[in-house]
C-alpha cells in the first residue's frame, strides 16, 4: 500500500507512545492527512487531522494529549501519544484525504493504511 503505519504497541496507563506513517508518494504531501482509531468497544473514531497548510484539529478526548506532526520532506505522519488511557486502545490508521474531506468524521473516506495496534492496560 501508499500508507503504512507503525509504532503500536502495549503500555500500561499513563505511558506514551508514537505511532508513524510513512507514505509512498508526494501527492500526498498536499492532501489533508489524520489518523483514525477503531476498536469494538468505541467503533471508529477520528483522532486528529494535519492540512496541508499546517493546521491541526483533534478529537476532544485526546485534546492536550496527542500531537500529530507531519514532515513532507520525509514522507512521514506522526501521533505523538502521552498520558495513554485504556480507552485509546485501538487500531490506529493513517489515512490521507482530499481538503474538502479534512474533517475527524471523514478521513475513513480517503486512503489508508493497514493499521497499527495500541493496547493501553490499566
Known amino acids: 500500500g501508499q500508507l503504512m503505519e507503525s509504532g503500536g504497541g502495549s503500555v500500561q496507563a499513563g505511558g506514551s507512545l508514537r505511532v508513524s506513517c510513512t507514505y509512498a508518494t508526494w501527492t500526498y504531501s498536499t492532501y489533508c492527512m489524520g489518523w483514525f482509531r477503531q476498536s469494538p468497544r468505541r467503533g471508529r473514531e477520528g483522532v486528529a487531522t494535519?492540512?496541508?497548510?499546517?493546521?491541526?484539529t483533534y478529537a476532544d478526548s485526546v485534546k492536550g494529549r496527542f500531537t500529530i506532526s507531519r514532515v513532507n520532506t520525509n514522507k512521514t505522519l506522526h501521533l505523538q501519544m502521552t498520558n495513554l488511557k485504556p480507552e485509546d486502545t485501538g487500531m490506529y490508521y493513517c489515512a490521507a484525504v482530499s481538503a474538502k474531506d479534512c474533517t475527524l468524521n471523514n478521513l475513513f473516506l480517503g486512503y489508508w493504511g493497514q493499521g497499527t495496534q495500541v493496547t493501553i492496560s490499566s
Open positions: 494535519f492540512r496541508a497548510d499546517g493546521t491541526t
